[in-house]
């Protein structure tokens, strides 16, 4: 069974930076492309970022490319997502979300393709 375990969260100040970070157990995390979502009040989950598992592939969402960044430790089974420049339409539930792939290079953007999914983490950015 896998299983997501997100950290990181909190509250920042525009401007700022945070570095969220999901660890998956259960499965070989080298199997597993990888996402981070997120949900702000009151509005739809939406797609953030992607890896591959080999983590040479990566996508952003328009409105974090520059700002943010992810990648993965495929020893410690973690995958991070940097976020710098923080802004107050940041703030939501960030999730991590994982799923295997056939290819390596390969990552998932739609999020209905996901089967494995964190609890999530609180990420508040004050203006």
């Known amino acids: 069974q896998v299983q997501l375990v997100e950290s990181g969260g909190g509250l920042v100040q525009a401007g700022g930076s945070l570095r969220l970070s999901c660890e998956l157990s259960?499965?070989?995390?080298?199997?597993?492309?990888m996402g981070w979502f997120r949900q702000a009040p009151g509005k739809e989950r939406e797609f953030v970022a992607a890896?591959?598992?080999?983590?040479?592939?990566?996508y952003y969402t328009h409105s974090v490319k520059g700002r943010f960044t992810i990648s993965r430790d495929n020893v410690k089974n973690t995958v991070y997502l940097q976020m710098n420049s923080l802004k107050p339409e940041d703030t939501a539930v960030y999730y991590c979300a994982a799923d295997q792939t056939t290819f390596s290079y390969n990552y998932i953007i739609n999020q209905d393709e996901y089967n494995y999914w964190g609890q999530g983490t609180q990420v508040t950015v004050s203006s």
């Open positions: 259960g499965r070989t995390f080298s199997n597993y492309a």
């Open positions: 890896i591959s598992w080999s983590g040479g592939s990566t």
